[in-house]
């Protein structure tokens, strides 16, 4: 990037930073209502992932064909 980029791009940086709210502490942050929705979000995410991962090749070792189907039904959902 050319130094007029990056120090626009700088600028821009600091203007925001100056926007955010202070937050006296961590406990603070972590009380924040959006903090704690994604943390949430996260933690859901990651329980399906993990999930997920655990179940699937049970499926598959226990009945290949229905895990089959299982998993071509499941990428239709995403998908849809």
């Known amino acids: ?3 007029d980029c990056c120090d ?3 600028g821009e940086l600091a203007l925001e930073q100056t926007t955010l709210p202070h937050m006296a502490n961590f406990r603070a942050t972590l009380l924040v209502p959006g903090v704690i929705l994604l943390c949430l979000q996260y933690f859901c995410w990651s ?14 070792r226990l009945d290949r064909r229905a895990a089959s189907r299982w998993l071509a039904c499941s990428t239709q959902f995403l998908f849809c």
Request: net charge positive; glycine share 10%.
């Open 47 to 60: 329980a399906g992932i993990y999930g997920f991962v655990l179940w699937l090749p049970t499926m598959i």
């Open 8 to 10: 626009q791009l700088a």
């Open 1 to 3: 990037m050319s130094k």
